[in-house]
């Protein structure tokens, strides 16, 4: 298949890919995301309030890299592959789709902890992008609740339309952030209804 074919065929997918298959609307007091592109590369920007969710279990979601596929519905396989200390690294696998169209995935990353600070900073080793960094912070407004502050910049190794893949890169991300949240949530309310509590 010619180069100009499939990018076509990308266009067509990113086009009809969310008339035809949905995307569930998302709460905007809750997650907000704002995606730009720089050239060839992308830079993400998200903002997610988990709710009543304590720091422990918001930081326990966040880092269970050895469970995201049971709750990230994009992830078909992740793992810690190495672990010293607060630094890891991580392989994961996933895809996601638009249309006809499936675009696979599969990274490896070093990722750094600080849970004491609450970041988690991720730099790709190898996989398929050209580049990928991401720093996470855990903050707490002026109000007390606590915020999940994202900022990545990565280069994808294909082509990305200049207005429909923001559109559905944001639109992937908010789901990511959403099932994050939901995650932390269930854990929080299984930990409320153990006996004894």
């Known amino acids: 298949m010619s180069w100009r074919r499939q990018r ?21 007091e809750q997650v907000s995301v704002a995606v730009r592109l720089d050239g060839s590369k992308v830079v993400l920007d998200v903002e997610a309030r988990p709710g009543d969710v304590t720091r422990a279990i918001v930081w326990q979601v966040l880092t269970d890299y050895d469970h995201m596929a049971d709750f990230l519905s994009a992830i078909k396989s992740s793992k810690v592959v190495r672990r010293t200390h607060d630094r890891l690294e991580v392989a994961q ?30 730099h ?11 720093e996470t912070r855990l903050l707490r407004d002026a109000s007390g609740h606590l915020t999940l502050r994202h900022h990545g910049e990565y280069v994808p ?32 309310q299984a930990v409320a209804v153990r006996p004894g509590r």
């Open 8 to 28: 076509r065929q990308f266009v067509v997918a990113l086009t009809l890919g969310p008339i035809v298959y949905g995307i569930a609307s998302a709460d905007p």
């Open 157 to 188: 190794d294909r082509w990305v339309p200049p207005v429909i893949g923001p559109a559905l890169i944001e639109t992937e991300v908010r789901k990511q952030y959403e099932e994050f949240i939901a995650e932390m949530q269930r854990r929080q």
């Open 93 to 122: 696998s996933g895809s996601a789709s638009r249309g006809p169209l499936t675009f696979s995935f599969a990274t490896v990353r070093d990722v750094m902890l600080s849970e004491a600070s609450g970041v988690v900073t991720s």
């Open 124 to 134: 790709l080793i190898s996989g398929d992008f050209r580049s990928y960094d991401f």
